[in-house]
């Protein structure tokens, strides 16, 4: 099965400096990457999402970049703001093609991301 | 309606109890998943139901019980629980072939 590994698991950084949050994933078939947000008691919280047929996606101070060579993703938050202080999970599924069906999400084990004002 | 609605938000049960956990969208949604998660862990597959039917059980003790009455609920009956099973237990559907999944908003238990 499915094997992702995320690096760091605790992250601490200044108001309106970025964070990094990295992932890496075993399976070559796996073709959709998506990362959530995670607020103490609260459900997890899709933020951005890619797909294997695209090197990055960009939705405001949240990007995403792949490299299916490398079997490698992260996340990028730039202008970081105490209210992105959360835990982070990235998770890898095959979205499309066999196997895709069950649609089962391998996560990674979490990043904790702080904010500090 | 874009949302997964699950009840109750929270749950206090003995160890002796029955209880079930309810969880249902109307998305047309044809996979249907229960996760444990316990905190600051990523969430665990338990079960995953495609087209209302058992497709994924991983290991999950007997003391849990899925239920998918129809495409559009999914039940997850508990008995004789134990206090380490106490967490948050989510919901999630997607359609099947996309992958986008949409979660709800969980049910705390806690066994005592």
């Known amino acids: 099965g499915e094997n992702v590994e995320q690096h760091p698991s605790t992250l601490s950084v200044q108001e309106g400096d970025s964070a990094v949050i990295k992932c890496t994933y075993s399976d070559s078939a796996s073709n959709y990457f998506p990362w959530y947000k995670q607020e103490l008691g609260k459900r997890p919280q899709l933020i951005i999402d890619i797909r294997s047929n695209v090197g990055e996606k960009k939705d405001q101070r949240i990007a995403v970049t792949l490299n299916k060579t490398a079997k490698h993703f992260s996340l990028h938050i730039t202008e970081t703001q105490p209210e992105d202080s959360a835990v982070y999970f990235c998770a890898a599924s095959k979205a499309r093609g066999r196997g895709s069906t069950l649609g089962r999400l391998y996560f990674g084990r979490g990043t904790q991301l702080t904010v500090w004002p | ?112």
């Not at chain 2, 862990?41 to 007997?62: D, Q, T």
């Open chain 2, 1 to 112: 309606d874009t949302e997964v609605t699950q009840t109750p938000k929270h749950l206090v049960m003995g160890m002796t109890n029955k209880k079930s956990l309810k969880c249902e969208q109307h998305m047309g949604h044809r996979a249907m998943y229960w996760y444990k998660q316990k905190a600051k862990k990523p969430p665990e597959l338990m079960f995953v139901y495609s087209y209302e039917k058992l497709s994924i059980n991983e290991s999950v003790p007997s003391r849990f019980s899925p239920e998918c009455p129809n495409s559009s609920l999914l039940n997850l009956h508990l008995h004789a629980l134990q206090p380490e099973d106490s967490a948050l237990y989510l919901c999630a559907s997607r359609h099947t072939g996309e992958g986008s999944y949409t979660f709800g908003s969980g049910t705390r238990l806690t066994v005592v």
